[in-house]
DNA sequence: CGATTAATTGACCGACTTCAAGACATGTGG
DNA sequence: CCACATGTCTTGAAGTCGGTCAATTAATCG
């Protein structure tokens, strides 16, 4: 299941595709290399289990390419997936360590791979390196959050709007000249729905509805194209105004634009106007206020 | 509203209250007396907001008594609590400076205080309050996991079955001789709902239902009898996690023993049926399997 | 190609939200 | 001590979003 590749030790940075992002992308170049030095590259296909639930895992990984995800299951039988992790992202290294919580490949996945206490051993003695792995946790305690607060109050049809907006960051985009730009979805809609505490059923409803509203179009079920991301990320409750993101945007921006969301002054006004409606409802027919 | 108490430096963690749990609980007392050094003391009461959504904490804290909320508002103006804090936790290090997330006293809170970067001066030169601080964080994002999970998959009745159990370990507990115990809830019932996504009248229902099948007794809103912690815990489907020994006694246990009433077995086999009903489905009316 | 999996679409219905009003406690001032 | 206000909690009735079930179509792969 798992292939080792036996890259040459000091080109493996140089070919790696998540080296601009995440983790490896704020250490210093020496570091970098040391940190190198203690891993190998391994690659396994779609849906291989790196580790069980009631595991804990013996290494941790810094994902080169493919997407990660972090289920738990209900006694049931049904699934949550709390998180997504993309490329340039740490995994096992105090952060997924709890058991209850399994890591599978959503895709097919390549990463640098630590023995176990390596790179403990390494952060003990590289202050950068701590301080990096410290953002690390804030980012996926930041994405944690927001799923959290999302699931409390969002209709699914807003999450999957922030899910489609987050999807052009962190997922394959290719920007067309006339300003929209054509998503690949690397995640199977039953992922996307366990993510977004939905069933598959209502992801397609929703994407059908986003489409006929003319915000998406669906080219087949893993491409969309997409018309406007900012109305994406406005109805998805991301970002009401961004103030000036450049173009090629990164995985960083989204972050903070992620909190940064308005003042508590302004939230505090709207709410005493008792308008109970959504801000941006969609015409299509969810909820919104309608009647009156 | 803030009251800076001037206790005697030697004898603040001596009468600290949170001294014997979380983060103070790990320091050797040599380390622990150089953190109360860098720190003072503060009080202020319920409802006092430590900090505004959009404003970087300009401090660190260590809570003594009383319980924070970490709330996050939607643009309609509903509220998601993101986590209840604890004595003995920490925040505003690290973990909690992103913007989008305000951090409010539930009741009347005492707290030591350090000064921006104090905090993290001391890490930086002390390996055994790192490694504290780290643990700290994988119980923060533990029980982040947890409620993400539980909004994606679990009803409302289960939630708060949950809440209470842990409530039992994280608020005052009397245990009575018969096995029983008084739960004193030092959480208003909004705050409750707005942590469990759902809404004050449907925690008053449920508490309501729970007491007609004999679970809980409420005595009067702040305070109920629970009767069987773990049959609480059950049903909130709280026993995947935490095989982690040296946490406070009593949810351990949850894994084992159950009883006679009913088994995971029990519910497995059930769940294998197809069945699409709760594991634990209350009388009151929650779907239940029923027809067939 | 057939066979298996993924995605779509439709019909139904029930748990929860919403809206609204009443009960209960607590406090303030006359 | 009562009247009144304020806030928390409780209870009821109605409406609906989205989950569940089921059946069809589309994609994927030996």
């Known amino acids: 299941m798992v292939t ?12 790696c595709p998540g080296r601009q992002s995440g983790l490896c992308a704020e ?31 013996g290494f941790t990984a810094i994902l080169w390419r493919g997407y990660l995800r972090m ?45 176990r206490g390596e790179f403990r051993r390494l952060a003990d003695r590289e202050p950068e390196l701590r301080r990096a792995l410290l953002r690390q946790h804030m980012k996926r305690l930041e994405v944690l959050r927001w799923l959290t607060w999302s699931l409390g109050l969002q ?17 394959p ?18 992922d996307v729905a366990d993510l977004l505490g939905t069933t598959k059923e209502t992801i397609s409803r929703l994407t059908h509805r986003l489409q006929q509203i003319g915000l998406i179009e669906i080219r087949d079920p893993r491409h ?12 998805g409750g991301l970002s009401p105004a961004r103030p000036n993101s450049s173009e090629r945007p990164g995985i960083a921006a989204v972050r903070r634009g992620l ?10 006004a709207r709410a005493a106007l008792s308008g109970p ?15 009156s």
């Open 259 to 268: 909190g940064a969301s308005e003042g508590a002054a302004q939230r505090a």
């Open 173 to 190: 985009y290719q920007p067309l000249p006339d300003g929209s730009g054509i998503l690949s979805l690397e995640v199977p809609r039953a």
């Open 71 to 115: 289920p738990r299951y209900s006694l049931e039988g049904r699934r949550q997936i709390v998180s997504i992790i993309c490329p340039g992202e740490i995994v096992g290294e105090g952060v997924d360590t709890r058991p209850g919580y399994g890591m599978e490949a959503v895709t097919a996945v390549t990463f640098c791979r630590f023995e």
């Open 4 to 15: 080792e590749c036996m890259a040459g030790r000091g080109a493996k940075c140089a070919v």
């Open 277 to 291: 409606s959504l801000p941006m409802s969609l015409p299509g027919g969810s909820a919104a206020v309608a009647s």
């Open 155 to 171: 209709t699914p049809e807003e999450r999957l709007c922030a899910f489609l907006a987050r999807a052009c960051e962190t997922m």
């Open 27 to 57: 250490l210093p170049k020496a570091l970098l290399a040391r940190v190198a030095e203690a891993s190998r590259i391994v690659e396994c296909p779609a849906n291989h289990r790196l580790w069980d639930e009631d595991v804990q895992p």
């Open 224 to 235: 969309f194209r997409i018309f406007d991301r900012e109305r994406l990320a406005k109805v």
